[in-house]
């Protein structure tokens, strides 16, 4: 399988001539362009930096193949396509453009304690790439590739070493970088493979590696 990385938390898995893509947000310039080339989307969860309602429901409209699987409140975005849209709980398990898929956890890391919880799940790709969306779930299987999200308002490097440290993956890659520089990029890196023992690779835009 090959992984690609495109801005902030998108990420595009490739096998046997399919794709499936998750999360393209509003943040990622070609989101509509990566919908319009697979026939399975997963969202995490309903903020724009993952979720861009315009581009999925012109996509759904268009592309009667494609299906998308996410939490109620994204679903609930895209009414009107019932057929097309899945809503993804904790211990769901489906097949995704041949993928096979795991869902898992519940809700986004807290960011203050004055802001309410929200949605969020999970996915465990193949039992191989694991995408936590905004956690830090430990999903409590064997993890190959573990995504480790690296910036946002909720995100903190303690809590992110002690995550790849609880998921023991084979290897870790940085994604939900768009608000680091390139040096805090590098220092997340560098704080996180050295205190996890787990290099955590940094990849460039629409870089694609083997997992």
């Known amino acids: 399988m090959e992984l690609t990385k495109h801005t902030h938390a998108t990420v595009v898995l490739a096998k046997d001539g399919t794709t499936l893509v998750i999360d393209p947000g509003a943040y990622t310039p070609n989101a509509a362009e990566l919908v319009a080339g697979t026939t399975a989307v997963l969202i995490t969860h309903d903020h724009p930096d993952h979720f861009d309602a315009g581009v999925l429901t012109a996509a759904l409209d268009a592309q009667p193949s494609l299906h998308v699987w996410a939490p109620a409140s994204v679903v609930a975005a895209l009414a009107g396509h ?3 849209v899945t809503t993804a709980s904790a211990g769901d398990t489906f097949e995704a453009a041949g993928f096979e898929v795991t869902v898992y ?4 890391a807290p960011i203050h304690p004055d802001l ?3 949605e969020n799940v999970a996915y465990l790709v193949d039992g191989n790439v ?15 590739t573990l995504l480790v ?3 946002g ?6 809590e992110g070493v002690d995550f790849v ?10 994604i939900h970088d768009l608000m680091l520089s390139d040096a805090g990029r590098g220092s997340f890196a560098d704080f996180t493979g050295n205190l996890s023992g787990v290099p955590l690779t940094t990849l460039a ?3 694609t590696v083997e997992v």
């Open 130 to 144: 694991y995408h936590p969306g905004d956690s830090y779930f430990v999903p409590g299987v064997a993890v190959e």
């Open 149 to 151: 999200p690296t910036s």
């Open 116 to 118: 309410p919880l929200m």
């Open 165 to 174: 440290r609880a998921v023991k993956p084979t290897r870790s890659i940085q």
């Open 153 to 158: 308002p909720w995100t903190k490097l303690g």
């Open 82 to 84: 019932d057929s097309q």
């Open 205 to 207: 835009l629409g870089e």
């Open 105 to 108: 956890g519940e809700q986004h």
